[in-house]
């Protein structure tokens, strides 16, 4: 097997990239940390590589509101190699602030979708919040998420700007219709808008997106600090022999992009 | 598209524009809710609505579209936002009530630098046109709909709003119409020329009077100490001389009180009669002397540098500190807190070659938010501010950096009113290659990081200082604003730097925190000299003058001694994260301070009167028991012991809902506990979030090795500061043993929160706790390996305001002593957590009184405990503490959902329910496993979700899990803002 090879992409303010270059690893792919001026100043290292991770942080602070800075940057210096990598079959994963930036550069959910129709805001708590939240796999087209047995999965979310909002109700159910809906959070009965489950208010439970393709996926929950049985908060109560769900993810990208 | 309200277009040159970015409907202010809530609280009921709207003020050559294309692409959201642009630099408003506030010239404003940076890089590809000059502010606005006169306004605004010390707001709308700035004022600019303080020829007064005026804050004998020096040196100290030096010399720099020689009479220690014991150096002869006589090869680094050392593995070595951040966040709770946890991030990158900083953690002591309003003294914040400041400030700094706050508490207690204590604490991961550190003669002095301001002037000397009532408008300039961004970047580029492919690139680091470079500098090159040229230092904004930049607390920057055959790779590593790095001067080899500003010599000091010039007094020290009590504890005196059942009942759920036992959900769930991936054992244990003992965390990926962080804190015993000390270190120990740590390889830290020490009998509370640390540390075996102390936690008000709020004059904190615990887990498969895991099991309990005892009873209990749990014998653990063991064994209940049944006796425990016993665990254990230790049961689990408690048979508690769930949780459910 070719190694595969993975983009992780660093700036002022992410904090999450020694995780994610672990768990990349872990998935058996070869990544490579590289900070956003050194892309820059030579964007045609992109052809170097399949996939393209933004991982989470605070990027410059978010401080005109998350992840904004960065998508400003990436869409003015790195807009066409990123979406050539795309086109030519590769993926962009973006986690947490690296989803933000993806939904704040129209990267999500996509063309199809005007920039002024999906945004990322404060959680109706209007605070920082820290929990674990059960999601439903609503996509088959994500190779993120190609995993049969695993409809359900529990990861951490720890952001305090993570409502996925859109512009009216009928942007809304496209996504749905569409299959932009990669993950939703639900509770014990399946419902998508009940709180604590659904952390943030989020409509219609959306917990992360995906574009047309299903190769540009990002959610607001940390795969990234999920990679070991003992990241479960009740590890300690339960016998685990599955693979962690987190790791989970690394792993289906591997399988679908080294195969 | 977004709505656009109104646009005043003319195009000019250079011009000043107001962008008003708002929530496009009032269901998407989640603030403005959040803030109404508050504002009810205070109480203003009958307030309607709160809305919010963020401000960025701009000056530059922009045109209306240039504004237009910002507004668009940078500050609004296109989905939830709308804005409104105006010409110039206020957006009036006649009919609705407005509250507009702006930060002081020259307060730091990070969201402005990044906003200039954005926009530069925005415009820089514009046709045709010179990149334009932006400068940004930043401003708030609230629309207040209801209130009823414009004094209702300024009391939302100083009370919920703003900070006046480094902020100001103004009112607009039907009530009053203040004049908002027409331009962007500057910080006044002072010009340069060196000034001499005549310090020969001042009399005692004289000397007094300057040292309180010049907020010096030495002491008599330091300051004659000071003048004889310049009398023999046939000349006048610079004032910046005379401010290296108090600084240098500060309580808070060089611990002076717990470093003197101290002649203590007074009560024995553990035992009945009296002592008279000589210290040459009591700290180090107590707290120190543990460490030297434990002689652990496993401590690499002790009380030598900006944190403790541990060894982890052959490979690396774990550092940890704790630092208090008190008077700053009296004053500003949300700036000082932020900045204490910045400050102790730092100290850990300034350890040895740098750390790097896996773990933080956070204690606060504060008065119970629901401390009466109307009783507040004048300048003192209420406990409920105070509390989610503190909070918000630890939140957004820890947060931001990226470094998990894993573990706390909260301990309330009126005697916190004034002087809150807010301790931040740091855990790092150092190669063990990186330990030691040395610059050389010839090395450049490089600081790199932000740029120097006004802010934080005074900080370390205001520290050591009483608080009164005029401090909050005397020391606003001490307050920092943090901006953790700027300290992430410096982080990522040190790392870099220290792990250079070509070794690392520099030979020294240390923090700038208090005492700005004068410490920082003065403490690296004191053996062997350093040469400075402040011009060289860059400003945040011109007129600074040459002591205001020596001096200066201004965050996030380190200091750096780069060889001169690195320096170029040194800064090139620097600028390509975007971090500034500037080369302000030398090392030699000559052992003098000399600072130079524009060719002139502002400062030529001997490095070894800066550092051992300070006069060394005896201090006397006696104690006996139950001094006076100024303030009568806010923990609510044991109620007359009963064992009726409902009494019983009522007095569980009682000190369950005690504010310091109360659930900490509403502030653990706000800091990022699990980013990099390293948790084991979080903070909220179980299925129901119950109150974890310590926290676990693995430092290196590929290792299954972890380790614990745990803290102890017993101020409720501060009536004898030596058993306060020794049940603080038996606490921290219990708490880590709980979750799996070996307590054979477990350090601690301490930290002292005093109130003044002037009297013999303040100076005997001092020496009492510090023999009680050193005997319990000897005793079980945990090394100091690092502390801090803060002195004169005092508030003295004047006679009128004591009169009014019927407090008394002077508050003094309880002496209050942190003990944060470092242990390493030798296999975190094994790690417990408290919550109750199975129906089939019993609660079994170890229990040692450590007042009946001797102390090595208890290690051999803490010991046994410790080893079951690695075996892997025990499901659950937890540690009895506050609110004794009917607490804890409601805790394990709520944590898990199941229940327990207990039947207490003599046989197994002896003490009232309630009382808070030295040295004892509940353990969930097979009945099997709990009878071969030998350990007594207490009780079973039950599916059954009920507690049940009996003692001698008689049923004494029964109450649902559901029933003592909701007590315990809902006094801090919403930061102690809603009454339960």
């Known amino acids: 097997m070719s190694e595969l090879r993975v983009l992780v992409l660093r700036a002022a303010g992410i904090n999450c990239d020694e995780e994610v270059m672990h768990c990349w690893q872990l998935a058996g792919a070869s990544p490579t940390l590289m900070h956003v001026n050194t892309l820059a100043d030579n964007p045609s290292r992109l052809d170097d590589f399949t996939i393209v991770t933004i991982p989470g942080g605070f990027s410059y602070g978010d401080d005109l509101g998350a992840g904004v800075i960065l998508a400003r940057r990436l869409m003015q210096d790195l807009a066409h190699p990123l979406r050539t990598l795309v086109d030519r079959g590769g993926g962009i994963l973006g986690i947490c602030n690296g989803f933000q930036v993806l939904v704040k550069m129209g990267l999500l959910p996509g063309s199809d979708f005007g920039h002024d129709q999906v945004t990322v805001t404060y959680n109706n708590s209007a605070k920082f919040e820290a929990r674990w939240v059960k999601l439903r796999v609503c996509t088959d087209r994500c190779p993120f998420l190609k995993s049969t047995d695993n409809k359900h999965i529990e990861l951490p979310i720890e952001h305090a700007e993570g409502k996925v909002v859109t512009a009216s109700d009928t942007v809304a159910s496209n996504l749905a219709s569409a299959g932009h809906i990669a993950v939703r959070y639900?509770?014990?009965?399946?419902?998508?808008?009940?709180?604590?489950?659904?952390?943030?208010?989020?409509?219609?439970?959306?917990?992360?997106?995906?574009?047309?393709?299903?190769?540009?996926?990002?959610?607001?929950?940390?795969?990234?600090?999920?990679?070991?049985?003992t990241h479960h908060p009740l590890w300690t109560t339960r016998e685990t022999s599955t693979t962690p769900d987190g790791l989970t993810i690394f792993q289906n990208a591997v399988r679908f992009w080294k195969k | 598209m977004p709505g656009v309200d109104s646009i005043q277009m003319t195009d000019r040159v250079s011009k000043r524009w107001s962008v008003r970015i708002h929530p496009r409907t009032p269901a998407m202010d989640g603030l403005g809710q959040t803030l109404l809530a508050d504002i009810h609280q205070l109480p203003l009921a009958h307030i309607e609505a709160v809305r919010t709207s963020r401000i960025y003020l701009l000056?530059?050559?922009?045109?209306?579209?240039?504004?237009?294309?910002?507004?668009?692409?940078?500050?609004?959201?296109?989905?939830?936002?709308?804005?409104?642009?105006?010409?110039?630099?206020?957006?009036?408003?006649?009919?609705?009530?407005?509250?507009?506030?702006?930060?002081?010239?020259?307060?730091?404003?990070?969201?402005?630098?990044?906003?200039?940076?954005?926009?530069?890089?925005?415009?820089?590809?514009?046709?045709?046109?010179?990149a334009p000059v932006i400068e940004v502010r930043t401003a708030r606005r609230y629309e207040i709909l209801g209130a009823h006169s414009s004094d209702e306004l300024d009391r939302i605004a100083s009370r919920i709003l703003a900070n006046s010390c480094m902020e100001a707001w103004y009112i607009q709308g039907s009530q009053r119409h203040d004049v908002l700035p027409e331009d962007f004022s500057a910080p006044p600019t002072l010009s340069f020329s060196l000034r001499h303080v005549l310090i020969r020829e001042l009399d005692d007064n004289q000397l007094k009077h300057l040292s309180r005026q010049g907020h010096l804050f030495l002491s008599l004998e330091e300051m004659k100490t000071i003048q004889r020096f310049y009398q023999d040196l046939n000349r006048d100290p610079t004032d910046l001389e005379l401010e290296t030096l108090a600084q240098t010399w500060s309580e808070h720099c060089v611990h002076k009180t717990l470093k003197s020689a101290v002649d203590y009479e007074g009560e024995d220690f553990g035992i009945p009669g009296r002592v008279h014991i000589q210290f040459d150096n009591l700290l180090k002869e107590t707290i120190v002397k543990a460490t030297t006589d434990l002689d652990r090869d496993w401590c690499l680094s002790v009380f030598v540098d900006n944190a403790g050392v541990i060894a982890f593995d052959d490979q690396w070595g774990i550092a940890f500190k704790a630092e208090t951040h008190n008077h700053p966040s009296a004053i500003e709770p949300y700036g000082g807190a932020a900045t204490g946890t910045g400050g102790c991030i730092r100290d850990v990158m300034g350890c040895g070659l740098g750390a790097k900083p896996i773990a933080s953690t956070d204690v606060?002591?504060?008065?119970?938010?629901?401390?009466?309003?109307?009783?507040?003294?004048?300048?003192?914040?209420?406990?409920?501010?105070?509390?989610?400041?503190?909070?918000?400030?630890?939140?957004?700094y820890g947060n931001r950096m990226g470094i998990p706050t894993v573990n706390g508490a909260i301990y309330f207690d009126e005697r916190y009113l004034a002087n809150p204590l807010v301790f931040c604490g740091c855990v790092g991961l150092i190669p063990r290659h990186c330990i030691d550190k040395a610059p050389q003669p010839g090395d450049k002095i490089v600081v790199a990081g932000g740029r120097t301001g006004r802010d934080g002037i005074h900080g370390a000397t205001f520290s050591s200082a009483e608080l009164t009532d005029t401090h909050a408008d005397e020391f606003s300039h001490a307050v920092q604003i943090g901006?953790?961004?700027?300290?992430?970047?410096?982080?990522?580029?040190?790392?870099?730097?220290?792990?250079?492919?070509d070794g690392c690139l520099y030979s020294a680091v240390t923090d700038c925190g208090a005492g700005g470079l004068s410490s920082a500098v003065g403490e690296m090159g004191e053996q062997i000299g350093a040469d400075v040229e402040l011009q060289n230092v860059p400003l945040k904004y011109p007129g600074l003058r040459y002591d205001e930049i020596w001096i200066s607390e201004a965050q996030?920057?380190?200091?750096?001694?780069?060889?001169?055959?690195?320096i170029e790779k040194f800064l090139a590593v620097f600028a390509a994260e975007d971090v500034e790095a500037t080369v302000i001067g030398s090392f030699t080899n000559d052992k003098k301070l000399r600072v130079r500003y524009n060719d002139t010599t502002v400062c030529e000091l001997d490095m070894s009167f800066l550092h051992d010039g300070l006069p060394r007094t005896i201090r006397k020290a006696t104690w006996t028991a139950n001094p006076p009590e100024l303030l009568v504890s806010a923990r609510a005196a044991p109620n007359t012991l009963s064992n009726e059942p409902t009494a019983c009942n009522d007095r569980l759920l009682s000190a369950l809902s005690d504010w310091s036992t109360a659930s900490k959900e509403w502030v653990i769930r706000q800091y990022d506990h699990e980013v990099q991936g390293r948790s084991v054992i979080k903070p909220l244990a179980g299925l129901q979030s119950g109150p974890s003992d310590a926290a676990v965390i693995r430092p290196i990926y590929t290792s299954k090795q972890g380790i614990a962080i745990?803290?102890?804190l017993c101020p409720q015993l501060s009536d004898d500061p030596y058993w306060m000390a020794i049940y603080a270190i038996d606490e921290a120990l219990r708490n880590i043993i709980c979750v799996g740590a070996n307590p054979q390889r477990t350090a601690i830290l301490d930290n002292f929160c005093w109130p003044k020490v002037d009297t013999e009998q303040s100076m005997g509370t001092l020496v009492r706790a510090c023999r009680g640390a050193y005997d319990a540390a000897m005793a079980y075996g945990l090394p100091f390996i690092s502390g801090k102390d803060s002195l004169n936690n005092e508030f003295t008000m004047s006679d009128a305001e004591a009169a009014r709020t019927e407090l008394p004059k002077c508050i003094a904190i309880p002496p209050t002593l942190l003990i944060s615990a470092l242990g390493i887990v030798d296999d975190t498969a094994h790690c417990v957590t408290m919550d109750l895991k199975s129906a089939d099991n019993v609660i079994a309990i170890a229990s040692t009184d450590i007042r009946q005892n001797d102390l090595t009873a208890a290690m051999q209990t803490h010991h046994k405990i410790a080893a079951l749990i690695a075996e892997g014998k025990v499901q659950a653990a937890h540690d009895v503490s506050d609110g004794g063991m009917a607490v804890a064994l409601a805790e394990m209940c709520i944590a898990s959902g199941l229940g327990i049944s207990a039947n207490i006796s003599t046989g197994n425990f002896s003490h009232d329910l309630f009382d808070e016993p030295s040295t004892t665990y509940l353990l969930e254990m097979s009945e099997k496993d709990a009878n071969s230790a030998g350990l007594p049961i207490l009780g079973r689990v039950c599916i059954k979700p009920n507690l049940t408690i009996a003692r001698d048979d008689h049923e004494i508690v029964n109450l649902s899990v559901e029933k003592i769930s909701g007590a315990w949780r809902s006094p801090l459910s919403h930061g102690g803002s809603q009454s339960s």
């Open chain 1, 186 to 229: 639900v509770d014990d009965e399946g419902r998508t808008d009940t709180y604590p489950a659904n952390p943030n208010g989020s409509t219609a439970g959306i917990a992360g997106l995906c574009d047309a393709t299903g190769r540009v996926f990002g959610l607001m929950p940390h795969p990234d600090r999920h990679f070991d049985h």
């Open chain 2, 483 to 501: 901006n953790a961004i700027e300290e992430k970047k410096l982080l990522d580029a040190q790392l870099l730097a220290r792990d250079h492919q």
């Open chain 2, 364 to 396: 606060f002591c504060l008065a119970p938010p629901d401390f009466d309003a109307n009783k507040l003294p004048k300048d003192v914040l209420h406990p409920r501010r105070v509390l989610k400041g503190v909070v918000g400030g630890v939140r957004d």
């Open chain 2, 556 to 566: 996030e920057r380190m200091v750096y001694a780069v060889p001169p055959d690195k």
């Open chain 2, 710 to 712: 745990g803290c102890g």
């Open chain 2, 59 to 130: 000056r530059g050559n922009l045109t209306a579209l240039d504004v237009e294309q910002l507004a668009k692409q940078l500050f609004a959201d296109p989905v939830s936002e709308r804005y409104t642009i105006t010409e110039g630099l206020s957006q009036r408003s006649d009919r609705q009530d407005v509250i507009e506030v702006q930060p002081l010239p020259g307060v730091m404003d990070p969201v402005a630098l990044s906003t200039e940076q954005a926009i530069r890089r925005l415009l820089e590809h514009r046709d045709d046109k010179p």
